[in-house]
């Protein structure tokens, strides 16, 4: 690839991964799914990574979905590739043992929502606005959208969000539970995100990973399994470094040091 479409750095065990396309408001065609797909593979397997930010480069998009100067003539057969690479990358995303943050400045549309709403936390600065315009194409959202969206703000917002088409502003995100938190700037954006992945770096790793596997579960599954499931990972902890760590520094009245092991 001669353009670098995404960004990928490492930090005091944060990584940041950067959709690189701000002319195009870093629409999501083949390439940056496919490099996105590359850069969360090598976060999740080195074991100095403890948080992934994930993010938009400019000031004006987070990412505008996929790329739609490819559409004219695709038909279902067509379509079907590109559309499953979206959905995998999405749970790929999800289903990573490590905390993905979504700092989203400017837009998330179509799939740059559904890419958003696939990680743990999202963050928004004041001029972010979410949105699936799908309907406005004569098509439906095709990253997992229609299965999201509702389990995050409800079926009935999820539905007028879908069939309207229309965009929503930080604060109304905020508002339905989109968004975790929003932000007066871009800047204040990163500096609230990088203090929170800092915070999360600290925390042990492997209690991160099965909380996050549990919490997942829960979201799919029905009560009676999702707590069978909790209780086997929640007794996992306790053949942990970081149990017998954390439960000695409480007791000690100190901060504790965790490997993640």
């Not at 005091?12 to 396309?21: C, E, K, L, M, Y």
């Not at 600290?202 to 919490?215: D, M, N, T, Y």
Request: some cysteine; charged content about 25%.
């Amino acid at each position: 690839m001669s353009e670098q479409v995404v960004l990928y750095e490492v930090s005091n065990g944060i990584a940041t991964i950067t959709i690189n396309r701000p002319a195009k408001y870093n629409a999501l065609n083949t390439n940056v799914r496919a490099a996105l797909n590359d850069f969360f593979a090598q976060a999740e397997k080195d074991d100095s990574v403890r948080v992934i930010i994930l993010t938009g480069a400019g000031e004006k998009a987070f990412a505008a979905g996929a790329d739609i100067t490819g559409f004219p003539g695709l038909n279902s057969k067509e379509v079907r590739e590109p559309a499953k690479q979206g959905q995998d990358l999405s749970v790929y995303i999800e289903s990573i043992g490590k905390p993905v943050i979504a700092a989203v400045n400017g837009i998330a549309l179509g799939g740059g929502c559904e890419l958003a709403m696939a990680c743990d936390i999202r963050y928004a600065s004041a001029n972010a606005r979410f949105g699936q315009p799908e309907i406005l194409l004569g098509i439906i959202p095709g990253y997992g959208g229609t299965v999201r969206l509702p389990r995050l703000v409800g079926l009935g917002r999820a539905k007028e969000i879908v069939f309207t088409g229309d965009q929503i502003g930080a604060d109304e995100a905020f508002r339905i539970g989109l968004v975790n938190k929003v932000f007066e700037s871009i800047e204040a954006l990163h500096k609230g995100v990088g203090e929170l992945a800092a915070k999360l770096a600290e925390r042990p790793g492997v209690a991160i990973k099965l909380a996050k596997q549990s919490l997942n579960s829960a979201w799919q599954k029905s009560l009676r399994d999702s707590l069978a499931y909790e209780l086997d990972v929640f007794c996992q902890t306790f053949d942990t470094e970081d149990k017998e760590e954390g439960v000695a520094a409480f007791l000690e009245k100190r901060k504790a040091t965790f490997k993640h092991k």
